[in-house]
């Protein structure tokens, strides 16, 4: 009987490893908005960046070119990121909840795809986590982002 005992705690704790997928690593954010996390591509969950204009930044060489929402999010992140994966998307593209640390290494993780909400360059998609339609209620009092420009109706 302790052998079986064992047995089915090891494949329950296997199941359980396999569930809460972790990607971790240096970032690199792509044109889309995706990001490449460790070499493995994550689209942040519960967000829609609206890809509405594009913008390019020439106070750099080369000038990068792409969506207001995405020079903002390459504004944002920086060095190591850590996602946990929700799910695979139709396309087969990692979603997941990503973070960063802040300057006090021991404070939480900051959640990427909340800041972009709470600041107004990301919309709550229809799955995403309560806080987030909250943050973008908040920004849209505020007319932050997106918000800011009041001839755009998103609802």
């Known amino acids: 009987m302790p052998l079986l005992a064992a047995a089915l705690l090891a494949a329950a704790s296997a199941s359980v490893a396999r569930a809460a997928t972790i990607v971790d690593g240096l970032v690199i954010v792509r044109e889309d908005g995706t990001l490449s996390v460790g070499g493995t591509r994550v689209r942040l969950f519960g967000i829609y960046l609206p890809q509405l204009e594009r913008t390019c930044r020439t106070s750099i060489r080369p000038p990068v070119c792409a969506p207001k929402a995405v020079l903002v999010l390459v504004d944002k992140v920086d060095g190591f990121v850590r996602c946990e994966i929700v799910r695979r998307g139709p396309d087969g593209v990692a979603e997941g909840i990503c973070g ?56």
Do not use: C, H, M, T
């Open 100 to 155: 960063q640390r802040g300057r006090d290494p021991f404070a939480p993780r900051e959640d990427i795809g909340a800041f972009l909400v709470q600041e107004g360059f990301a919309l709550a998609a229809p799955e995403a986590p309560p806080e987030y339609f909250a943050l973008e209620r908040l920004a849209e009092s505020r007319e932050l982002g997106l918000w800011g420009n009041k001839f755009l109706n998103f609802r």
